[in-house]
Structure formats: C-alpha cells, structure tokens
C-alpha cells in the first residue's frame, strides 16, 4: 500500500492537479512534469527507504540476512536499486500521459533526463536509509522522515519558486539534494541541456550516494 501511494497515487495525482492549476495544456506541461518528478523522487526515496526497512526490521526480516556470508553492502544496494525498478514505470508513465494529455514534446535530452532521474532516486533512498538506521520504529521513522520531506519540498523549487526566498534561505536550500535534483531536471527539461551541463548536480547526487551509503 506504501509503495503504491507514494510510488504511483500520490506522483499521479499532482500531476493532473498541477496541470489543471498551471495549464498544462497551454505549454506549462515541462513545468509540471518536473515539479512532479521531484515530489515523486522524494517520495520513493525518503518514504519508501526509510519506512520500509524499519518495517522489515521489525518483522524480522532483516535478521535472516545476519546468517548469510554477506555484507551490509549488498543489502543496501538491493535497496536503492529495487527504489530505482519501482519509480520507473511512474517516470515513464509520467512522460507518456504529458505527451498525449497536455502535448508536450519528448525531451530533447531523454538520456540526461534519465540518468537525473536515476541519480535522484538513488540519492534520496540512501538518506532515507540513513533515516531506518538511527530509528527505533516505524512510527519514529516516519517522524523523522516527514522532518526531512517537507523542507526538501518546499525549499527545493519544486512547489516555492527560488525566486521569492530571501538570500539566506536561497543558500540554506543549496544543502539539500532534492534543490540538485530540481536545477538537473528543470536544466534537461526546460533548457534542453545535456548530461555535461548539469554536471554540477550529478556530481551533488553522486556524492550524496556515497556519503549516505558510507553512513
């Protein structure tokens, strides 16, 4: 039921809400589509890491992992990968639906697009499973985790444009990975730039992987 909301109701149901309020069909649908790809990264990563393996610890799923000659690497990376399978029908069924609904035209840098995508995804699933290694339980976990989410919403790009932040908030969202995700996105969808051009947010997501795994 969590993946399903998070993964395919909740991503779906902005979309068509914010392509009715910015009208997608009279050219906001690029807009909408990125604005909607964040939330929907935040979700799968943030909600589906960090709820789901305290829900697994708690059933003790994860302890018959303690008898098998495997690190924790492994388990973490099954993690963020199974995140990435799980978004990917909603990436593509998002792109599909703006194209034939609202009429907007396949981006032009659909790889860059992808791998922003990817990288996202797999960035904000390694905090979300910092967030199930500190916890004590799902409830806890998911107190935290909104503590997390709503920061990244709002000070992102994605709902609030940047423009009206003061400078000192402005500067506070450049330590958030979903404000990375959202310049990458916004870049390849809005401005047709490629993988190179957005170098700087792929590195940020990189290095959020890498640290949160690390941690």
Known sequence: KVVLFFNYILPLGFLFIFGQLMG?????ATQVVTMVLVIGILGNGLFGAGIRAVV???????????????????????????????YLPTFVLILLLTHFLYGMPVPASLFALCVLV????????SIGLIVAAVVNSAAESNIIVQLLYMPMLFLSGATIPMSVFPLWLKKVAQFLPAT???SGLQGT???NESLPQNA??????LAVTAVGTFV
């Open 189 to 191: 969808m809005l401005r």
């Open 56 to 86: 697994e610890r708690e059933t003790n799923v994860l302890r018959r992992y303690k008898v098998a000659p495997i690190t924790p690497l492994p388990i973490l990376t099954a993690s963020m990968v199974s995140g990435w399978v799980l």
């Open 200 to 205: 700087v947010a792929a590195l940020a997501l």
């Open 180 to 182: 990375y995700v959202y």
């Open 118 to 125: 990817s990288l996202g995804n797999i960035a904000l699933r």
């Open 24 to 28: 997608a069909r009279s050219g906001g």
